[in-house]
């Protein structure tokens, strides 16, 4: 077992503080990850605070890993030492059931086991990213391509699977017309992948404060929500609406702008219910519906597909002193778009 240094939340709602975690000596199958850089995502906070349940503490976020690989186990066959590789919010599953064999392990019907506060399969609680190094099983490692910096990269593991998988999912391609709200970590990531992908973009931000570089990044129009004339303006606009969106949004309003058979895909997961107006789902056949990050194989397509565009995250990189200040930020919208702890100040 090795220690190395790393940033916890000692207690649910309380700062995070320099502390160490124990990282297992690597089995047959491990790969050893020094960690270069690590995304904040917003998940990151709602967990730490226990916005979405209780925690075991002290707890060491981080699902957005960049690094470079240390050493391998025995029966390693697809990394060697020295290769940039990633880790996002998956680090192990059952592998045998019918989620697992169709590239769904975040569906896993056993147990998807998280990067961080999660149960291992050796019954261990899991440790994230905001450390010097990380043990994974090679299965749940993926490859960095060599044309994207391992900063920029790093939020592609979480923010940049989020918004790929459901925009694949619901087939969005040229001729589709696509909604982002949100202009966050993972709206942007939203943004420049629907764009890619051919389809015409609408952001939908509280206010207009980022829409030159929302513009910039691939979106055609970019409207506030703060206006009630874009929802007036904007009625049966969208094949598919993405909401990124951290707190609870009032779906009755973004459904109506969803043209027949629209879908409203959310990956924002705030604490709180959210209720809907049935009558929005009935009129024009539209549909509600959710996504959970992407299985292993999509994530790796997606790093592909992001080196062939030129697309990679939006970044501030910080120091680890600085992450309960960026949390702060991230809180008040005001990130563009993603933090990034250099793994090097974690010491
Ligand atoms: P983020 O960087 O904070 O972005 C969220 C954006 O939502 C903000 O930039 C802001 O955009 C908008 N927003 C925030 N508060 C709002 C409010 N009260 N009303 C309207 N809009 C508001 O967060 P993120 O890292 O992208 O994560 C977004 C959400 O997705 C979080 O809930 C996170 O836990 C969740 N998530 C889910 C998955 C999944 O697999 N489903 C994966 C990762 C993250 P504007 O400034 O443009 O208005
Ligand atoms: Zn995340």
Redesign the pocket.
């Known amino acids: 077992m090795s220690v190395v240094s790393a940033f916890a939340a000692p207690a649910e709602g309380a700062p995070l503080e320099r502390t160490t975690v124990t990282r297992r000596d690597p089995g047959p199958l491990d790969v050893v990850i020094d960690i270069v850089f690590a995304g904040i ?3 990151d906070i ?1 967990t730490v605070r226990g916005d979405w349940g209780p925690q075991q503490y002290p707890l060491t976020p981080g699902h957005e890993i960049a690094g470079i690989v240390s050493a391998v186990g025995d029966e390693v066959t697809r990394f060697a030492v020295g290769d940039r590789v990633g880790v996002g919010c998956l680090v192990n599953s059952c592998g045998q059931c019918d989620a697992c064999r169709r590239g769904l392990e975040q569906h896993c019907r056993e147990r998807a086991v998280g990067t961080y506060g999660a149960v291992d399969r050796d019954g261990t609680i899991t440790q994230g990213g905001y450390s010097q190094q990380v043990v994974v099983t090679e299965a749940f490692v993926l490859r960095i391509p060599d044309s994207i910096p391992l900063d920029r990269a790093a939020p592609l593991l ?2 940049g699977i ?1 918004t790929y998988s459901p925009l694949r999912h619901w087939n969005v391609g040229p001729g589709s017309r696509v909604a982002v709200v ?6 942007h990531m939203g943004v420049q992948i629907a764009h890619a992908l051919g389809a015409e973009v609408t952001v939908l ?2 206010t207009l404060s ?1 829409k030159d570089v929302g513009l910039r990044l691939g979106a055609d129009r970019y409207l506030a929500t703060s206006d009630p004339e874009t929802f007036r303006s904007l009625r049966h606009s969208f094949d598919v609406i993405l909401n ?4 609870p ?1 009032d779906f009755s309003a973004y459904l109506r702008l969803l043209d027949i058979d629209g879908t409203m895909v959310c ?4 604490p709180e219910p959210m209720s809907v107006d049935v009558a929005q789902l009935i009129g024009g056949r539209r549909s509600l519906a959710g ?3 992407g299985g292993i194989a999509e994530t790796q397509e997606m790093l592909d597909f992001c080196a062939e565009h030129g697309i990679a995250a939006e970044i501030e990189v910080i120091g680890a002193a600085d992450i309960n200040v960026a949390y702060e930020r ?1 809180l008040a ?1 005001d ?1 563009r778009f993603r933090f990034v702890i250099d793994a090097a100040t974690f010491a």
């Open positions: 995502c917003h998940s709602h979480c923010a989020t949100g202009l966050g970590g993972l709206g931000s509280q980022k990124t969106v951290s707190a949004l990956v924002g997961l705030p996504s959970n990050i991230v919208s990130v």
